[in-house]
């Protein structure tokens, strides 16, 4: 008995020592990685970064005056802008809502040469949280980079701390909605949206946005309230009709 005690202990001892041991590698990590995050961040040169106040939703076609251009957060539509290569200006509300999933947008002057919009628009592969297209408002450099309240600026493709901005910030975690999708929302440009608000259509993403339940909370419950008087409405009518054939049957 004592020895089998003895031997419970020494178990029971071995496995506090082994998760604390653990739980210290694990700590250390994160550290590390918080270090090792850091460095790399101080290697772009030229990184701006703001404090973004409210980002909520606002109704589609409402425009948001942002005090970047381009922006860095904020207010936005309840769609994000999928993820991908464009070659026309997008809807600022959209690419924010992008930003807002970890996404990186990169923008640049209309004018720029061809083999510069070429050496842009390879920095992005499928599944990459990379937002690219021209920018038809006022920009401080030929290119820049946004991630959610960041920014860099170059004057080239091929400037390195533009890549190591978007490999840095590409899904980033410090977003309000890290890993949120970066695809199923808006595939059309400005000038598609614009178009298509003018006209009075509606603005649909391919998927139903974030939050959808809040945005869409009335109609929804009107909607489940009409389809559960219509099924006891139906079930009255099937009442009914078992009703009249027990009484005819009866009758007989």
């Given amino acids: 008995m004592r020895a089998q ?3 419970e202990e020494r178990r029971k001892k071995i496995l ?20 090792f995050m850091e460095i790399r961040s101080r290697n772009i ?16 076609g409402q425009q948001v005056d942002y005090e970047q251009s381009p922006p860095v957060g904020g207010d936005h539509w309840a769609y994000w802008q999928n993820c991908g290569v ?20 990169i923008t640049y002057e209309p004018g720029l040469p061809q083999d510069e919009i070429d050496a842009l628009n390879s920095l992005y592969s499928p599944g990459d ?57 808006i595939a059309e440009t400005a000038a598609e949206i614009e178009t298509a608000l003018a006209e009075g259509e509606g603005i649909e993403g391919e998927e139903m946005p974030d939050e959808s339940a ?16 219509a099924d006891a409405d139906e079930s009255a009518d099937e009442t009914e009709d078992t009703d009249a054939e027990a009484t005819g049957s009866d009758e007989e």
């Fill in 5 to 7: 005690r003895l031997k």
């Fill in 16 to 35: 506090t020592i082994s998760g604390i041991s653990l739980a210290a590698a694990l700590v250390l990590g994160l550290l590390a990685f918080a270090i």
């Fill in 45 to 60: 040169s030229g990184v701006e970064e703001y404090t973004v106040g409210s980002y909520a939703h606002v109704d589609v």
């Fill in 86 to 105: 464009y070659d026309q200006a997008l809807t600022n509300e959209f690419a924010v809502h992008s930003l807002e999933h970890g996404a990186v947008w």
């Fill in 129 to 185: 949280y990379l937002v690219i297209s021209p920018f038809e408002g006022e920009m401080d450099a030929p290119i820049v980079a946004s991630s959610w309240g960041r920014q860099v600026t170059a004057d080239t493709a091929d400037d390195q701390d533009l890549t190591r901005f978007a490999q840095l910030y590409e899904r980033g975690q410090d977003v309000p909605e890290p890993g949120a999708s970066c695809s199923g929302g």
């Fill in 214 to 229: 809040e945005d869409t909370g009335g109609s929804d419950t009107e909607d489940t309230g009409g389809s559960e008087d």
